[in-house]
C-alpha cells in the first residue's frame, strides 16, 4: 500500500528535470472552464501524465475514500483510492483524436520495499515490476457518465492487479527483462564527468597545496554539504500523515 507514496516521492523530486524537459505540470485546484482547458491541451506536447488517486496514499485517507466509494455505490479498493474523474474524463475529451491510446501503469516494488531517494542516494538497490496495459481511445466511452464508470472499472482491475502481486510476488502474465544497456552508463559518466571537473580539479589542488587550514576547510565544506543534502532530502520524503488534500478534517484544522 505504499507504492503509491512511492510514486509521489519520485514525481516530486523530479519535478524540476520534468519542467527542463518541456514538460508541464496542469493544476487543477481551482475550476477551470473546459474551452480554456482545451486550447492549452493543443499548445502542449500530446503526452499526459495522469494521477487519478489526486494525492498520496494514508490510511486516514483511504478510510475517507472507502466511505465515499460506499455512499456512491462503488465497491471498495484496498490499494488504491478512489479515482476522481472529472480529471481523466476532462483530459480525454480535448485530446480525442490527437492521442490513439492510454496507457495504464501499475507499479510495485519486489519483497514490499519502499523506496526512498536517501536510500538510493546512499547506494541501496530497488527492484521494481512495471504491470503497463494499453486501451486505444476508441474503446474508451465518449459519454462522461460512461467515461467515469470505465474509470472505476479500471480501478478494480488494477486493485486486483496489485493483490495478485501481494499474493504471487509477480503481476500475471508474461514477464518482459529488457536487456541492459550500456548507453545509461556511459551517459551518466559523461556528465558526471563534465559537471564535476571542476570540483575534483579544485580537490587536486586542495590536497596538492599543503595547507592544512585549506583542506580542513574542504573537508569541512564536504560535510556541511553531506549534512544539508540528507537534510533536504528527508523534507521531501513522504511522511506518514501525507498532505491535507483530501481530508476535510485536515483542512479544517488548518
Known sequence: MLNQSAVMIFTGICGALVVLALAYYVYCGLPCQPKGFH??????????????EGTRFTEKKHEISMQVAESKGLPKLK?????????????LQCLKGTVTAVLDVTLNFKDKQTPTLLGIVNGKKYKADLKIRRFPVEEIPEDEKECANWLHKLYQEKDAL?????????????TIIPPRRPWTLLNFLFWATLLLSPLIKFACGVAVSGSPLLILGFLLFLI???????????????????????????????
Request: with cysteine; glycine share 8%.
Open 39 to 52: 486550447r492549452a491541451m493543443l499548445s502542449l506536447p500530446q503526452a499526459f501524465l495522469l494521477y487519478c
Open 79 to 91: 490499494y488504491h483510492l478512489l479515482p476522481r474523474t472529472k480529471g481523466f474524463t476532462t483530459t
Open 162 to 174: 496489485q493483490e495478485h502481486y501481494h499474493r504471487e510476488g509477480s503481476f500475471p502474465g508474461p
Open 224 to 254: 556541511v554539504a553531506s549534512v544539508a543534502i540528507r537534510r533536504l532530502i528527508g523534507v521531501t520524503e513522504v511522511n506518514k500523515t501525507g498532505s491535507s488534500y483530501g481530508n476535510p478534517e485536515a483542512k479544517k484544522q488548518n
